[in-house]
């Protein structure tokens, strides 16, 4: 099953626009939240990361958002350029048990910026 | 460059047979964790190992084996490969088991099973 689900499946944004991507997840014991931006033949790379214990966390133009009652989380890409073209995986994991350190990917989100 | 080495990076062989796909982590890295990622499914975890042993398995197939040695390598081999197979497989690597810092994807195998 799913443990984390993402939407949109794809997003198209004109450059300036604000980019938002949503994930949800089921788990209350997941407690470390990272997204992760991958450029075509590439790996996944670690764009931002928060913990249950903020409601938000801003790095540059990157925002996530996050509501533990409602168990969502959000990124939010302000100014989006061209060069944020990728695809967007919001991941979720928890540091106890045999599962240390496995991380539970969304489905993805392609982001097109156009110019 | 992550500074996670995978080789090789495309490879295309026959179904029912077998390959060896290989990951260098990060200098310093003791963890390595082996992703599949495909169309229908995402990317799923496979296996983790930590120091040379084996930490945690995830969704991955009895076909589907793989080990890390003294010098933190790994390897992920396949076998009696079918055309469900083919897929982007990725290794990561961080610096202890279950550190949230520092995971860091290699650029991926891309297998295709024809």
């Known amino acids: 099953q799913q443990q984390v689900k993402q939407s949109p499946q794809s997003l198209i944004v004109q450059k300036g626009g604000i980019s938002i991507i949503n994930c949800a997840y089921e788990n209350t014991a997941f407690d470390y939240f990272p997204w992760y931006q991958q450029f075509p033949g590439k790996g996944p790379a670690l764009l931002i990361a928060?913990?249950?214990?903020?409601s938000e966390k801003k790095e540059g133009r990157f925002t996530i958002s996050f509501n533990k009652s409602a168990k969502q989380f959000s990124l939010h890409i302000m100014d989006s350029q061209p060069g944020d073209s990728a695809t967007y995986f919001c991941?979720?994991?928890?540091?106890?048990?045999?599962?240390?350190?496995?991380?539970?990917f969304g489905r993805g989100t392609q982001l097109t910026v156009w110019p | 460059d992550s500074g996670v080495t995978q080789t090789p990076k495309h490879l295309i062989t026959a179904t029912g047979q077998r390959v060896t796909l290989r990951c260098s982590p990060r200098s310093g890295d003791l963890s390595v964790y082996w992703y599949q990622q495909s169309l229908d499914q995402g990317l799923q975890f496979l296996i983790q190992?930590?120091?040379?042993?084996?930490?945690a398995k995830g969704n991955i197939l009895e076909r589907f084996s793989a080990q890390q040695f003294p010098d933190l390598h790994s390897e992920l081999n396949l076998s009696s490969l079918e055309l469900g197979d083919s897929a982007l497989y990725f290794c990561a690597s961080s610096l202890t088991w279950g550190s949230n810092y520092g995971y860091t994807f290699g650029s991926g195998t891309r297998l295709t099973v024809v």
């Open positions: 928060i913990r249950p214990d903020v």
């Open positions: 190992y930590y120091n040379g042993e084996e930490r």
């Open positions: 991941a979720a994991t928890y540091d106890r048990g045999s599962t240390l350190g496995r991380l539970y």
